[in-house]
């Protein structure tokens, strides 16, 4: 048994792998894997989400991970991001280095030094924090730019959701307090306070290794990366640092309130520089947005929204920093 059985197993009529693969035969997707990687020897694990993702071996035992990618389809901006993992692992930094792209398709080095954590431990929480400035830092120096695909139509509240379990159309019913708080936050992050930096849209505890001292030693999800504005940047990953699925305990996944403003905090001390009162507000906006549509995706899938701690986290952050 391999990881696309072991995956298969688990979700047998997964709507998410039709629509990013299309089909559910086994023997299928492992075939698709073999074209993109003809020395395949093992598929030791299989992931699908946004995209699909390959762990795979390969027959000399070098390891690699293919992402098949169908939410985002430029392909300019999947060859920036290569560049850019390429220069920061060159300077260093835990980034998987690239082995080669086809169209929208990523093969990277497979890199899985250190652990994952639980960001509810203030020392995490700090380390994640300290190391969303540090990669601020670093790939924007870089002078490269990758842009995503926006993904919100002009005058939408909503982006596209992220995979195809999600219909806020045909589950607006029962959502309206959700999109109401989501329309106050985006208004405010809309303002367009702060500069732009080169970030990672989902810097949370499920994409970052860390070593025992809380060393950094793997960066994933580089679909991820864009260019936005810093505040806007650093609230979505206040609302969403804790996030995680790989922990052997089971852990709230969400931040609480306290938690994300600390990490907001947090954040300003490793800057350097705290933000302003404009870039704070717009940060704490963004954080809400970020749960707001959380909460959608949680009520589009017939959960109760309310346990993402939604209304408590927009009482307390949508407010004026003056």
Request: proline share 5%; aromatic share 10%.
């Amino acid at each position: 048994m391999d990881g696309v059985d072991t995956f298969l197993r688990r979700y047998p009529d997964s709507p998410v792998v039709a629509d990013v693969l299309g089909t559910l035969d086994a023997d299928a997707i492992r075939a698709r894997v073999r074209e993109l990687e003809p020395e395949t020897d093992e598929i030791f694990s299989f992931a699908a989400s946004v995209g699909a993702v390959f762990s795979v071996r390969r027959r000399d035992g070098s390891r690699m991970a293919i992402k098949v990618n169908k939410l985002f389809t430029d392909e300019t901006y999947f060859a920036d991001v290569q560049e850019l993992q390429a220069r920061l692992a060159d300077e260093g930094y835990p980034a998987p280095r690239p082995v080669r792209r086809m169209g929208t398709v990523t093969v990277d080095e497979w890199l899985d030094d250190g652990e994952f954590r639980n960001a509810h431990e203030p020392a995490v929480r700090r380390a994640i924090a300290r190391e969303l400035a540090r990669f601020h830092r670093l790939a924007t120096a870089t002078g490269l730019r990758p842009l995503r695909e926006f993904l919100r139509p002009a005058g939408a509240l909503w982006p596209k959701p992220h995979n195809v379990l999600f219909d806020f159309e045909a589950t607006s019913s029962g959502a309206e307090w959700i999109d109401e708080i989501g329309a106050a936050a985006r208004a405010v992050a809309d303002l367009g306070a702060g500069s732009e930096v080169v970030g990672h849209t989902d810097w949370s505890a499920k994409h970052l290794r860390f070593d025992p001292a809380l060393r950094l030693t793997a960066v994933y999800d580089w679909d991820s990366v864009t260019t936005d504005l810093e505040p806007d940047l650093v609230g979505t990953a206040a609302g969403s640092f804790t996030y995680t699925e790989e922990l052997d305990e089971e852990i709230d996944v969400w931040p609480s309130t306290a938690e994300s403003q600390v990490f907001i905090a947090d954040y300003e001390e490793e800057r350097g520089t705290p933000f302003d009162a404009a870039e704070r507000t717009a940060a704490r906006a963004a954080c809400v947005y970020l749960r707001a549509y959380a909460a959608r995706c949680h009520h589009a899938y017939g959960g109760d929204a309310r346990e993402t701690g939604l209304e408590e986290l927009a009482s307390a952050l949508l407010v004026s920093d003056t």
